[in-house]
Protein backbone atom coordinates (compact mmCIF):
# COMPACT_ATOMS: atom_id res chain seq x y z
CA UNK A 1 0.00 0.00 0.00
CA UNK A 2 1.29 3.45 -0.63
CA UNK A 3 2.57 5.76 2.39
CA UNK A 4 0.22 8.93 2.83
CA UNK A 5 2.10 12.02 2.67
CA UNK A 6 2.63 12.38 6.56
CA UNK A 7 2.82 8.91 7.51
CA UNK A 8 5.58 8.43 10.80
CA UNK A 9 4.37 12.18 12.04
CA UNK A 10 3.19 11.93 15.25
CA UNK A 11 1.09 14.56 16.51
CA UNK A 12 -0.68 15.65 19.71
CA UNK A 13 -3.46 17.63 20.10
CA UNK A 14 -5.26 19.41 22.92
CA UNK A 15 -7.89 21.25 20.80
CA UNK A 16 -11.25 22.50 21.18
CA UNK A 17 -14.19 23.84 18.85
CA UNK A 18 -12.98 23.78 15.46
CA UNK A 19 -9.46 25.12 14.10
CA UNK A 20 -7.26 22.84 16.72
CA UNK A 21 -9.40 19.68 16.16
CA UNK A 22 -9.87 20.84 12.21
CA UNK A 23 -6.01 21.43 11.86
CA UNK A 24 -5.11 18.33 13.42
CA UNK A 25 -7.65 16.14 11.54
CA UNK A 26 -6.03 17.55 8.19
CA UNK A 27 -2.98 16.16 9.41
CA UNK A 28 -4.66 13.05 10.19
CA UNK A 29 -6.27 12.76 6.68
CA UNK A 30 -3.10 12.88 5.00
CA UNK A 31 -1.46 10.44 7.18
CA UNK A 32 -0.27 11.70 10.34
CA UNK A 33 -0.67 9.73 13.95
CA UNK A 34 -3.04 12.48 15.55
CA UNK A 35 -3.67 11.73 19.31
CA UNK A 36 -5.95 13.52 20.55
CA UNK A 37 -5.43 13.68 24.44
CA UNK A 38 -8.85 13.65 26.60
CA UNK A 39 -8.96 14.80 30.09
CA UNK A 40 -11.16 12.69 33.11
CA UNK A 41 -11.41 15.28 35.84
CA UNK A 42 -11.82 18.33 33.68
CA UNK A 43 -14.25 18.99 31.19
CA UNK A 44 -13.12 20.96 28.41
CA UNK A 45 -15.95 23.48 26.98
CA UNK A 46 -16.57 22.51 23.30
CA UNK A 47 -14.01 19.95 23.13
CA UNK A 48 -16.26 16.94 23.07
CA UNK A 49 -19.96 18.97 24.02
CA UNK A 50 -20.82 22.08 25.52
CA UNK A 51 -21.46 20.24 28.94
CA UNK A 52 -20.44 16.20 29.31
CA UNK A 53 -24.25 14.86 29.75
CA UNK A 54 -26.87 16.67 27.89
CA UNK A 55 -30.60 15.85 28.67
CA UNK A 56 -32.73 15.37 25.80
CA UNK A 57 -34.35 18.50 27.04
CA UNK A 58 -31.64 20.35 26.81
CA UNK A 59 -31.10 19.07 22.83
CA UNK A 60 -34.75 20.12 22.54
CA UNK A 61 -34.06 23.89 22.70
CA UNK A 62 -30.48 24.16 20.54
CA UNK A 63 -29.55 24.58 17.41
CA UNK A 64 -27.62 21.59 15.50
CA UNK A 65 -24.58 22.90 16.00
CA UNK A 66 -25.00 21.97 19.80
CA UNK A 67 -27.85 20.11 19.85
CA UNK A 68 -27.85 17.43 16.60
CA UNK A 69 -27.00 14.11 18.05
CA UNK A 70 -28.18 10.70 16.85
CA UNK A 71 -31.86 10.69 16.57
CA UNK A 72 -31.63 13.78 19.10
CA UNK A 73 -30.77 11.91 21.41
CA UNK A 74 -27.30 11.96 23.73
CA UNK A 75 -27.28 8.43 24.51
CA UNK A 76 -25.20 6.62 26.60
CA UNK A 77 -21.92 8.20 25.50
CA UNK A 78 -22.70 12.01 24.58
CA UNK A 79 -19.30 13.05 24.35
CA UNK A 80 -18.28 10.29 21.16
CA UNK A 81 -21.41 12.37 19.61
CA UNK A 82 -21.45 16.20 19.76
CA UNK A 83 -21.41 17.11 15.99
CA UNK A 84 -19.01 19.95 16.59
CA UNK A 85 -16.54 17.12 17.31
CA UNK A 86 -17.92 14.42 15.08
CA UNK A 87 -16.55 17.15 12.33
CA UNK A 88 -13.21 17.00 13.03
CA UNK A 89 -12.52 13.78 14.62
CA UNK A 90 -11.92 11.40 11.84
CA UNK A 91 -8.56 9.17 11.24
CA UNK A 92 -7.58 10.58 15.03
CA UNK A 93 -6.99 8.59 18.16
CA UNK A 94 -7.26 8.98 21.66
CA UNK A 95 -5.85 9.13 24.81
CA UNK A 96 -7.21 9.79 28.45
CA UNK A 97 -5.24 11.23 31.03
CA UNK A 98 -6.82 12.18 34.67
CA UNK A 99 -5.75 15.93 34.42
CA UNK A 100 -3.36 17.96 32.94
CA UNK A 101 -3.02 19.89 36.11
CA UNK A 102 -1.90 17.23 38.30
CA UNK A 103 1.80 16.27 38.29
CA UNK A 104 1.57 12.68 37.20
CA UNK A 105 -1.10 13.55 34.42
CA UNK A 106 1.66 16.75 33.42
CA UNK A 107 4.18 14.03 33.46
CA UNK A 108 2.12 11.76 31.22
CA UNK A 109 1.81 14.30 28.71
CA UNK A 110 5.43 15.41 28.63
CA UNK A 111 6.62 11.55 28.03
CA UNK A 112 3.87 11.82 24.54
CA UNK A 113 5.50 15.06 24.36
CA UNK A 114 8.72 13.44 23.98
CA UNK A 115 7.90 11.03 21.15
CA UNK A 116 6.38 13.49 19.27
CA UNK A 117 6.26 15.63 16.17
CA UNK A 118 3.75 18.57 16.28
CA UNK A 119 1.65 19.74 19.07
CA UNK A 120 -1.70 21.64 18.27
CA UNK A 121 -3.82 23.46 20.41
CA UNK A 122 -6.27 26.43 20.43
CA UNK A 123 -6.88 27.38 23.70
CA UNK A 124 -6.55 30.93 24.99
CA UNK A 125 -3.29 32.25 25.25
CA UNK A 126 -2.79 31.51 29.19
CA UNK A 127 -3.96 28.34 29.62
CA UNK A 128 -0.81 26.30 28.11
CA UNK A 129 1.34 28.97 30.71
CA UNK A 130 -1.29 27.99 33.87
CA UNK A 131 -0.17 24.27 33.06
CA UNK A 132 3.41 24.89 32.65
CA UNK A 133 3.14 23.19 29.14
CA UNK A 134 4.19 26.43 27.22
CA UNK A 135 6.79 26.25 24.61
CA UNK A 136 9.76 26.89 26.20
CA UNK A 137 9.06 23.92 28.82
CA UNK A 138 8.03 21.43 25.47
CA UNK A 139 11.52 22.07 24.03
CA UNK A 140 13.61 21.10 26.79
CA UNK A 141 11.84 17.50 26.53
CA UNK A 142 11.35 17.45 22.75
CA UNK A 143 13.98 20.25 21.43
CA UNK A 144 12.95 20.00 17.60
CA UNK A 145 9.14 20.49 18.55
CA UNK A 146 6.45 22.10 16.57
CA UNK A 147 4.20 23.26 18.14
CA UNK A 148 0.79 25.40 16.56
CA UNK A 149 -0.59 27.84 19.20
CA UNK A 150 -3.67 29.20 17.57
CA UNK A 151 -5.82 31.41 19.95
CA UNK A 152 -8.34 33.62 19.06
CA UNK A 153 -6.97 36.99 18.65
CA UNK A 154 -3.20 36.10 19.14
CA UNK A 155 -0.92 35.46 21.74
CA UNK A 156 0.56 39.76 22.26
CA UNK A 157 -1.72 42.68 21.54
CA UNK A 158 -4.15 44.42 23.26
CA UNK A 159 -6.96 41.62 22.93
CA UNK A 160 -4.61 38.94 23.72
CA UNK A 161 -6.53 38.09 26.72
CA UNK A 162 -10.26 38.78 25.46
CA UNK A 163 -12.35 35.45 25.31
CA UNK A 164 -13.82 35.32 21.80
CA UNK A 165 -15.85 32.63 19.62
CA UNK A 166 -16.03 32.53 15.57
CA UNK A 167 -18.86 35.06 15.61
CA UNK A 168 -16.88 37.46 17.70
CA UNK A 169 -13.67 37.16 15.52
CA UNK A 170 -16.13 37.42 12.50
CA UNK A 171 -17.23 40.86 14.02
CA UNK A 172 -13.51 41.80 14.85
CA UNK A 173 -12.10 40.93 11.37
CA UNK A 174 -14.70 43.44 9.58
CA UNK A 175 -16.55 40.40 7.68
CA UNK A 176 -19.67 41.39 9.86
CA UNK A 177 -19.94 45.21 8.07
CA UNK A 178 -19.23 43.40 4.76
CA UNK A 179 -21.95 40.94 4.91
CA UNK A 180 -25.80 41.07 5.05
CA UNK A 181 -28.43 43.29 2.95
CA UNK A 182 -27.49 46.37 1.89
CA UNK A 183 -30.92 48.02 4.13
CA UNK A 184 -29.92 46.05 6.95
CA UNK A 185 -27.60 46.52 9.74
CA UNK A 186 -24.93 43.67 11.18
CA UNK A 187 -27.24 42.58 13.40
CA UNK A 188 -29.73 40.78 10.77
CA UNK A 189 -26.74 38.78 10.09
CA UNK A 190 -26.64 35.66 11.23
CA UNK A 191 -23.60 33.71 12.71
CA UNK A 192 -20.66 32.40 11.25
CA UNK A 193 -17.46 31.45 11.80
CA UNK A 194 -15.04 31.44 9.21
CA UNK A 195 -11.94 32.17 11.03
CA UNK A 196 -12.94 28.64 12.56
CA UNK A 197 -11.43 27.02 9.69
CA UNK A 198 -9.51 29.13 8.16
CA UNK A 199 -7.60 28.87 11.54
CA UNK A 200 -7.10 25.51 11.01
CA UNK A 201 -6.30 25.24 7.29
CA UNK A 202 -3.43 27.95 7.82
CA UNK A 203 -2.72 25.87 11.14
CA UNK A 204 -2.37 22.77 9.15
CA UNK A 205 -0.07 24.44 6.23
CA UNK A 206 2.16 25.92 8.76
CA UNK A 207 2.97 22.95 10.85
CA UNK A 208 3.48 20.90 7.37
CA UNK A 209 6.32 24.01 6.31
CA UNK A 210 7.63 23.59 9.55
CA UNK A 211 8.07 20.19 8.94
CA UNK A 212 9.98 20.74 5.98
CA UNK A 213 11.88 23.54 7.48
CA UNK A 214 12.40 20.16 10.25
CA UNK A 215 13.87 18.12 7.33
CA UNK A 216 16.22 20.53 6.28
CA UNK A 217 17.67 22.18 9.33
CA UNK A 218 16.78 19.84 12.10
CA UNK A 219 15.00 22.71 14.25
CA UNK A 220 12.05 23.01 15.15
CA UNK A 221 9.35 25.69 16.09
CA UNK A 222 6.56 28.21 17.72
CA UNK A 223 4.41 29.00 15.38
CA UNK A 224 1.49 31.13 16.44
CA UNK A 225 -1.58 31.94 14.61
CA UNK A 226 -4.24 34.64 15.39
CA UNK A 227 -7.39 32.96 14.10
CA UNK A 228 -8.55 36.64 13.83
CA UNK A 229 -6.04 37.30 11.62
CA UNK A 230 -6.71 34.21 9.22
CA UNK A 231 -10.08 36.46 8.55
CA UNK A 232 -8.63 39.72 7.82
CA UNK A 233 -6.10 38.33 5.67
CA UNK A 234 -9.54 37.26 3.39
CA UNK A 235 -10.64 40.76 3.77
CA UNK A 236 -7.59 42.37 1.55
CA UNK A 237 -9.70 44.21 -0.66
CA UNK A 238 -11.76 46.36 1.63
CA UNK A 239 -9.12 47.22 3.80
CA UNK A 240 -6.90 48.62 0.69
CA UNK A 241 -9.49 50.83 -0.70
CA UNK A 242 -9.47 52.34 3.01
CA UNK A 243 -5.82 52.46 2.88
CA UNK A 244 -5.16 53.84 -0.01
CA UNK A 245 -9.06 55.97 -1.21
CA UNK A 246 -9.81 56.57 2.62
CA UNK A 247 -13.22 54.71 1.50
CA UNK A 248 -15.17 52.45 4.35
CA UNK A 249 -16.71 49.32 2.05
CA UNK A 250 -20.37 48.98 2.86
CA UNK A 251 -22.66 45.83 2.84
CA UNK A 252 -23.57 44.48 -0.83
CA UNK A 253 -25.97 42.40 -0.27
CA UNK A 254 -26.21 39.65 -3.21
CA UNK A 255 -24.72 42.43 -5.46
CA UNK A 256 -21.11 41.43 -7.10
CA UNK A 257 -18.61 43.55 -5.56
CA UNK A 258 -16.74 44.51 -8.80
CA UNK A 259 -19.33 46.22 -10.62
CA UNK A 260 -20.97 42.97 -12.41
CA UNK A 261 -24.34 42.92 -12.63
CA UNK A 262 -26.79 41.02 -12.92
CA UNK A 263 -25.68 39.61 -9.94
CA UNK A 264 -28.20 38.22 -7.29
CA UNK A 265 -29.96 35.76 -5.42
CA UNK A 266 -33.60 34.86 -7.44
CA UNK A 267 -36.79 33.36 -6.12
CA UNK A 268 -37.48 30.27 -7.60
CA UNK A 269 -40.59 27.91 -8.22
CA UNK A 270 -41.11 25.59 -4.77
CA UNK A 271 -41.23 26.75 -0.68
CA UNK A 272 -38.30 28.88 0.10
CA UNK A 273 -36.34 27.88 -3.62
CA UNK A 274 -33.48 30.17 -5.22
CA UNK A 275 -30.66 30.37 -7.71
CA UNK A 276 -27.72 32.72 -7.76
CA UNK A 277 -26.83 33.97 -10.60
CA UNK A 278 -23.73 36.32 -12.10
CA UNK A 279 -23.02 37.63 -15.44
CA UNK A 280 -19.62 39.30 -15.57
CA UNK A 281 -19.12 39.44 -19.66
CA UNK A 282 -21.40 40.79 -22.42
CA UNK A 283 -21.03 36.83 -23.76
CA UNK A 284 -22.47 35.18 -20.34
CA UNK A 285 -25.22 38.44 -20.90
CA UNK A 286 -26.02 37.48 -24.09
CA UNK A 287 -26.14 33.50 -23.13
CA UNK A 288 -28.69 34.57 -19.96
CA UNK A 289 -31.03 36.81 -23.08
CA UNK A 290 -31.02 32.96 -24.76
CA UNK A 291 -31.49 31.00 -21.86
CA UNK A 292 -34.62 33.70 -20.84
CA UNK A 293 -35.89 33.17 -24.87
CA UNK A 294 -34.84 36.63 -25.60
CA UNK A 295 -37.50 38.79 -24.51
CA UNK A 296 -38.51 41.89 -25.86
CA UNK A 297 -37.12 43.61 -22.20
CA UNK A 298 -33.63 42.45 -22.95
CA UNK A 299 -33.40 44.53 -26.03
CA UNK A 300 -34.19 47.87 -23.57
CA UNK A 301 -31.19 50.82 -24.12
CA UNK A 302 -30.91 50.94 -19.93
CA UNK A 303 -29.59 46.94 -20.28
CA UNK A 304 -27.98 47.63 -23.57
CA UNK A 305 -24.27 47.61 -22.06
CA UNK A 306 -22.40 46.61 -18.57
CA UNK A 307 -22.30 49.78 -16.82
CA UNK A 308 -26.28 50.43 -17.77
CA UNK A 309 -26.98 47.15 -16.30
CA UNK A 310 -25.31 47.86 -13.14
CA UNK A 311 -27.34 51.58 -12.85
CA UNK A 312 -30.40 49.49 -13.67
CA UNK A 313 -30.22 46.76 -11.38
CA UNK A 314 -33.27 46.49 -9.00
CA UNK A 315 -35.84 46.96 -12.55
CA UNK A 316 -33.40 44.22 -14.39
CA UNK A 317 -33.59 41.65 -11.13
CA UNK A 318 -37.65 41.99 -11.18
CA UNK A 319 -37.19 40.99 -14.69
CA UNK A 320 -35.11 37.95 -13.92
CA UNK A 321 -37.09 36.72 -11.05
CA UNK A 322 -40.68 37.01 -13.24
CA UNK A 323 -38.22 33.94 -15.10
CA UNK A 324 -36.90 32.10 -12.05
CA UNK A 325 -40.45 31.98 -10.02
CA UNK A 326 -41.67 29.90 -12.82
CA UNK A 327 -38.92 27.26 -12.59
CA UNK A 328 -37.42 24.60 -10.20
CA UNK A 329 -33.90 25.97 -9.21
CA UNK A 330 -31.86 23.18 -10.38
CA UNK A 331 -33.77 23.67 -14.10
CA UNK A 332 -32.58 27.15 -13.79
CA UNK A 333 -28.87 26.16 -12.89
CA UNK A 334 -28.81 23.87 -15.82
CA UNK A 335 -30.65 26.40 -18.45
CA UNK A 336 -27.75 29.34 -17.38
CA UNK A 337 -24.76 26.80 -17.48
CA UNK A 338 -25.66 25.28 -21.07
CA UNK A 339 -25.34 29.08 -22.35
CA UNK A 340 -22.10 28.95 -20.48
CA UNK A 341 -24.04 31.52 -17.62
CA UNK A 342 -22.78 31.32 -13.74
CA UNK A 343 -25.67 30.17 -12.34
CA UNK A 344 -26.47 27.59 -9.05
CA UNK A 345 -29.05 26.91 -6.98
CA UNK A 346 -29.45 27.33 -3.39
CA UNK A 347 -29.07 24.17 -1.14
CA UNK A 348 -30.11 23.51 2.01
CA UNK A 349 -28.41 20.46 3.97
CA UNK A 350 -30.94 18.15 2.66
CA UNK A 351 -30.14 19.29 -0.46
CA UNK A 352 -26.37 19.16 -0.19
CA UNK A 353 -26.71 15.38 1.12
CA UNK A 354 -28.51 14.14 -2.07
CA UNK A 355 -26.69 16.14 -4.47
CA UNK A 356 -25.91 14.55 -7.36
CA UNK A 357 -22.62 16.07 -8.23
CA UNK A 358 -21.14 15.47 -4.61
CA UNK A 359 -22.45 11.62 -4.97
CA UNK A 360 -20.91 10.94 -8.22
CA UNK A 361 -17.45 12.24 -6.71
CA UNK A 362 -17.48 10.65 -3.56
CA UNK A 363 -17.11 13.44 -1.00
CA UNK A 364 -20.13 11.88 1.35
CA UNK A 365 -18.27 8.97 2.83
CA UNK A 366 -20.43 5.70 4.63
CA UNK A 367 -19.28 5.58 8.25
CA UNK A 368 -19.70 2.83 10.94
CA UNK A 369 -19.78 4.48 14.62
CA UNK A 370 -20.43 2.25 17.95
CA UNK A 371 -21.68 5.69 19.36
CA UNK A 372 -23.55 7.89 16.52
CA UNK A 373 -24.57 4.51 14.35
CA UNK A 374 -23.93 4.61 10.74
CA UNK A 375 -24.40 7.88 8.86
CA UNK A 376 -22.61 9.64 5.83
CA UNK A 377 -19.59 11.89 6.52
CA UNK A 378 -17.92 14.77 4.34
CA UNK A 379 -14.88 13.42 3.10
CA UNK A 380 -11.43 15.73 2.41
CA UNK A 381 -11.91 18.65 0.46
CA UNK A 382 -8.94 17.53 -1.83
CA UNK A 383 -8.03 14.29 -3.47
CA UNK A 384 -4.72 12.86 -4.64
CA UNK A 385 -3.95 11.08 -7.53
CA UNK A 386 -1.29 8.75 -5.89
CA UNK A 387 -2.25 8.99 -2.19
CA UNK A 388 -5.98 8.65 -2.16
CA UNK A 389 -7.48 10.44 1.30
CA UNK A 390 -9.72 8.47 2.84
CA UNK A 391 -12.15 8.12 6.39
CA UNK A 392 -9.90 5.11 7.84
CA UNK A 393 -11.40 5.36 11.50
CA UNK A 394 -14.16 6.88 12.07
CA UNK A 395 -14.37 9.96 14.71
CA UNK A 396 -12.45 8.60 17.79
CA UNK A 397 -13.94 7.68 20.67
CA UNK A 398 -13.13 8.72 24.36
CA UNK A 399 -9.82 7.07 25.41
CA UNK A 400 -10.31 4.27 22.48
CA UNK A 401 -6.44 4.10 21.88
CA UNK A 402 -5.45 4.29 25.53
CA UNK A 403 -3.43 0.77 25.82
CA UNK A 404 -2.19 1.37 22.32
CA UNK A 405 -0.63 4.46 23.40
CA UNK A 406 0.44 4.19 27.21
CA UNK A 407 2.03 0.47 26.89
CA UNK A 408 3.47 0.76 22.64
CA UNK A 409 4.50 4.35 22.38
CA UNK A 410 4.65 5.44 26.80
CA UNK A 411 6.49 1.77 27.64
CA UNK A 412 4.08 1.36 30.58
CA UNK A 413 4.09 -1.98 32.14
CA UNK A 414 0.40 -4.17 32.08
CA UNK A 415 1.18 -4.04 35.78
CA UNK A 416 1.79 0.04 35.76
CA UNK A 417 -1.22 0.69 33.36
CA UNK A 418 -3.07 -0.96 35.59
CA UNK A 419 -2.47 1.42 38.46
CA UNK A 420 -2.97 4.10 36.16
CA UNK A 421 -6.61 2.80 35.29
CA UNK A 422 -6.52 2.62 39.32
CA UNK A 423 -5.64 6.14 39.75
CA UNK A 424 -8.62 7.36 37.21
CA UNK A 425 -6.11 8.18 34.35
CA UNK A 426 -7.86 4.94 32.09
CA UNK A 427 -11.07 5.87 31.41
CA UNK A 428 -13.57 5.84 28.30
CA UNK A 429 -15.39 8.64 29.27
CA UNK A 430 -15.60 11.68 31.52
CA UNK A 431 -15.80 11.72 35.51
CA UNK A 432 -18.93 10.76 36.81
CA UNK A 433 -19.08 14.01 38.74
CA UNK A 434 -18.66 16.14 35.59
CA UNK A 435 -22.60 16.81 34.68
Given at each position: ?71 KEPGEYPWNCW ?45 MPKLNLDYEVL ?60 GACFSALAAMM ?226
Amino acid sequence: MTKLPLEGIRVVELGVAWTGPCAAMILADFGAEVIKVDTVNFWQTQGRGMVARPTKEMLATQTPHSGGYPNKEPGEYPWNCWPVFVTGGRNKLSMSVRDLREPEGREIFLRLIKISDIFIENNHPDTMPKLNLDYEVLKEVKPDLIMVRSSATGLSGPYRDYRAHGSQLDAICSHSSLRGYRDMDPSANTPVFITDYLGACFSALAAMMALNYRRRTGRGQLIEVAQVETGAVCLGEAMMDHSMNQRVRTTQGNRDIHGAAPCGCYRCAGEDRWVNITVTSDEEWQGLCRALGNPPWTQEERFSDARSRYENQDALDQYIEQWTSQRDHYAVMHLLQKEGVPAGPVMDARDTYNDPHLKERGFLVPVSHRDCGNYLHPGAAWKLSKTPITIRRPPVRFGEDNEYVYKQLLGFSDEEYAELERKGHISDGPAPHIP
